[in-house]
Every structure is written in C-alpha cells, then in structure tokens.
C-alpha cells in the first residue's frame, strides 16, 4: 500500500528549528517529485516547498533561505529542516507525492500530518 | 505569483443537490488545474487533476472542466459525505498556489 507518515513536529520556542520528517511506503521518494504543504490553525492550504528528480528545489517565499527540503534514498524519507522558526509558522504540516508532468503535478498521495508550534 | 480564488466561500445545499464551484487564476494555467477535498482533521484528498481527470478510486459524480483561466468543480447528486471544504490548486509554475477554499454544509 502506499502510504506517507510524517514525524517530527512539536513546541518550540521562536528562533528554533525542527526536523520534519515524511516516512513512504509502497513507492521511491527518490523516484518522484515530493512536497511539502502546510495549514495553520483555521486557515487554507499553503505550499511550502517541493524537491523534483535530479535534487532540485523550490521553496514559498515565506521560508525561503530559513527551510531545506532534502530525501534520503537509503531511508525512503523526506525531510524538511526548518530553522529560525517564526510564531506565522505554526501549522500541520503534510508531505505529499507529486504526479508526474503528464498528469500536471497533483498530489496523489498525502500523510495525516504532524502539528508544529512555534510559541515561548 | 499566480492567484487562485475560488468562489463561493460557502455554500449551503441539501442531500441530492447538484452544486458547482468555480476557480479563477489570475492568469492562464493551461490544465494544470487540481481539485482537493478536505474533511475535519484530515488530510486533502485529490478529486480531480488535468483540470478534469478524476483520480482513480474517486465517485463519478465528481467532475471537473475547463482550462487557461476558469475552471469548475461540479458533484452531482450530493450525498452525506461530501460535506466537506474543497480547494482547487494550480502547479503550473512555483510557487505553487491554493484556492482559499470552499466549505460545503448541509441546509
């Protein structure tokens, strides 16, 4: 079956970092292009960052230059390293498969999440 | 960056009932047009993406159209769990973007 399970979130203090990360069963992380989507409290659905083949990466503005996105072939896990943590970054945080270019990058495949607060 | 509004932001319809919701890109997005459930505490669920192919394993009264610059999401014959918020989302370039949302309820 194939399935994401992602680990890592929690409280932490503004100015801290986290780990996330997005365990995948029943396919390649590292044959497929992957994302991240975060949700704060209440509000809408809000991309983070994706990683295509070939290791290349795109991030929202909003966590440019502070998260790194990144897999490990070996584990069949994503990641996601966020540093300098801001309160605006609480959210659930999803890891999602991305379709290929023929079926125009949907995410097919999403985890139950996991909930980052950033609060002192 | 390209926004996606969808319209309504609510919408109240009864067991049966056909409804639509629209999405608009601030400009053209060819078909890269992807529509998404979402219940309580859940995470989204693909219905549709390519602006209209439904993803497998999802019910046929789901249906999407259209392409460039408009785009509908349409079910017919509600039943009890479709009640639920969708989004429509495009990745025809980063960063990718989000509809704000549309919460269906029950009348």
């Known amino acids: 079956e194939v399935q994401l399970e992602e680990s890592g979130g929690g409280l932490i203090q503004p100015g801290g970092s986290l780990r996330l990360s997005c365990a995948a069963s029943?396919?390649?992380?590292?044959?497929?292009?992957m994302s991240w989507v975060r949700q704060g409290p209440g509000r809408g659905l809000e991309w983070v960052s994706l990683i295509q083949g070939g290791d290349r990466t795109y991030y929202a503005d909003s966590v440019k230059g502070r998260f790194t996105i990144s897999r490990d072939k070996s584990k069949n896990t994503l990641y996601l390293q966020m540093n300098s943590l801001r309160v605006e970054d609480t959210a659930m945080y999803y890891c999602a498969r991305v379709l290929p270019v023929d079926s125009y990058f949907g995410m097919d495949v999403w985890g139950p999440g996991t909930t980052v607060t950033v609060s002192s | 960056d390209i926004q996606m509004t969808q319209s309504p932001s609510s919408l109240s319809a009864s067991v049966g009932d056909r409804v639509t919701i629209t999405c608009r890109a601030s400009?053209?997005?060819?078909?890269?047009l992807s529509w998404y459930q979402q219940k309580p505490g859940k995470a989204p669920k693909l219905l549709i993406y390519?602006?209209?192919t439904l993803q497998s394993g999802v019910p046929l009264r789901f249906s999407g159209s259209g392409s460039g610059t408009d785009f509908t999401l349409t079910i017919t014959t509600l039943q009890p769990e479709d009640f639920a918020t969708y989004y429509c989302q495009q990745s025809y370039s980063t960063p990718i973007t989000f509809g704000q949302g549309t919460r269906l309820e029950i009348k």
């Open positions: 029943g396919f390649s992380v590292n044959s497929n292009y």
């Open positions: 390519a602006a209209s």
């Open positions: 400009q053209s997005i060819s078909s890269y």
